[in-house]
């Protein structure tokens, strides 16, 4: 992707919100995954939310919804 391309795709994205969910259980490379997609949203300039317990979370919301700041996926790649 050029550097042209990305300027264009951080003007897209300011004022986008995203959320990051994950239905549970065991799957490779499933943190770093989530660290790489909170990033570039957070790097493209969208806000992104990190929904905890699943789909439990999503309907629970409250505390289960945070936002993400780029330090917030910093250690998950070792969990």
Do not use: F
């Not at 990033?39 to 300039?45: A, E, K, L, S």
């Not at 317990?53 to 910093?74: C, F, M, P, R």
């Amino acid at each position: 992707m050029s550097s042209m391309d990305l300027e264009k795709l951080k003007m897209t994205c300011a004022g986008r919100a995203l959320a990051v969910l994950t239905s549970g259980g065991d799957a490779q490379g499933m943190n770093a995954a989530v660290r790489a997609v909170t990033r570039m949203g957070i790097y493209v300039g969208a806000q992104v939310y990190l929904i905890h317990e699943g789909y439990q979370g999503l309907v629970d919301g409250g505390d289960n919804i945070k936002l993400a700041h780029w330090h917030s996926v910093t250690n998950i790649i070792q969990q």
